[in-house]
């Protein structure tokens, strides 16, 4: 069975109440809803509840999923409605109560561990709050199709179905960002 059936077959008989069936789904793309989280500068704190806010938000959703299209993708575009949502709480909650933006709360993330290999760690955690910093210049469509491409690896026509375009909208936004992306990174360099 390829991928696609298999996640429709998971996803026809978790509709029919098979709570097996969906837990395979959420072992299946769980990880990847992590790293699209990760990747939009969510905080490590609120990751988990993304996935499953987005995982529980699929199970009451599943007998609206047509079984014509690829899970996948429909899975993740509720996964970034769910990411929209937690930036709109932050910002109502930081307007009116000043409280740590999603960006401050990234950047904090970057504070020493315990973990084994701290140096390595640190490093890559000031890496990552790097390239969240510089993907939070570009405009949400624009970042949303480079995570999804880059750092999720859908390919362009699943990720055209996650956001709701077509296939080619994807491809110039992956080349608008791209370019934007390089321009950003060059500035910087320039100024070190």
Known sequence: MTGLSTDNFLAERAADGD?????????????????AARSFGIPETDIDDVVQDTFIAAWHALDEFDQEKAFR?????????????L?????VRHFFF?????NDAAVADVAPTDAPGPEREIGARRE?????????????????VIILTSFVEMSHAEA?????????????????????LTALLEAEEKKI
């Open 128 to 144: 990552l709050a790097h390239i969240n910093k510089t993907l939070d210049k570009l405009d949400r469509a624009s970042r949303e």
């Open 160 to 180: 055209a179905a996650a956001l709701n375009i077509s296939p080619k909208a994807v491809e110039s936004r992956v080349a608008r960002a791209r370019a934007r």
């Open 87 to 91: 930036y709109r709480v932050r910002r």
């Open 19 to 35: 709570q097996h069936a969906f837990g395979q789904l959420v072992q299946r793309h769980g990880r990847a809803l992590a790293q």
């Open 73 to 85: 993708p429909w899975l993740f575009r509720i996964g970034l409605n769910k990411m929209r949502d």
């Open 98 to 102: 000043g409280a740590a933006d999603v």
